[in-house]
């Protein structure tokens, strides 16, 4: 008998190939009833449609995680010591971090920390850090939970572009294809 877990992935990877299938059929469907550019331009659309999708979900959740920090406030943080990050070659802008610790009002301690070149870096004594409540609570830089509204601006406009895309794409297209939209 199978784990609970791996039949769950099994389902999943089952309804994203069923899913792709039907996909498949649709615009072939399309092609048949119109023409094949109009089945390539309605999966160009589609495929347009699901990156904007996936920039709207991320920004959006940044936004929403920032900007639920924004109850916290402005505290001092006193410097804690400089570890190394130990990260592939390329993927780390800078390969150390410089640690400050807050202990707030109910004994908690806080940890916030600030990207430097070398190991001997000049740390000042103490940073200002805004504290971020919700899910995860810990001291952030304070333009992070300053500009975080701005990622709504993104969010917003693209999710209206994923909802406009894909309705061009999927009923959209067979639709073209049966009144015969002329293409070209």
């Not at 999708?53 to 943080?77: N, Q």
């Not at 909802?163 to 297209?173: I, K, N, S």
């Amino acid at each position: 008998m199978a784990p609970i877990g791996k039949r769950s992935r099994d389902r999943r990877r089952a309804a994203q190939w069923a899913g792709c299938a039907a996909l498949a059929l649709y615009f072939l469907v399309v092609a048949v009833v119109g023409e094949w550019r109009l089945a390539v331009a309605g999966s160009a659309a589609l495929l347009l449609g699901v990156l904007c999708g996936v920039v709207a979900y991320v920004s959006g959740v940044t936004a929403w995680e920032l900007l639920r920090a924004f109850g916290g406030g402005l505290v001092k943080a006193e410097y804690s010591k400089t570890v190394r990050i130990h990260r592939p070659v390329g993927k780390a802008p800078s390969p150390w971090q410089q640690r400050y610790v807050h202990v707030n009002a109910e004994g908690r301690m806080l940890t916030g920390t600030r990207g430097c070149s070398y190991e001997n870096s000049n740390a000042r004594p103490q940073r200002r850090f805004w504290v971020a409540n919700g899910r995860h609570p810990g001291l952030r830089p304070f333009w992070q939970t300053l500009f975080s509204p701005a990622l709504l601006i993104v969010a917003v406009p693209a999710g209206v572009a994923t909802a406009a895309l894909v309705l061009v794409a999927v009923p959209g297209a067979l639709i073209a294809a049966i009144i015969g939209v002329p293409q070209g």
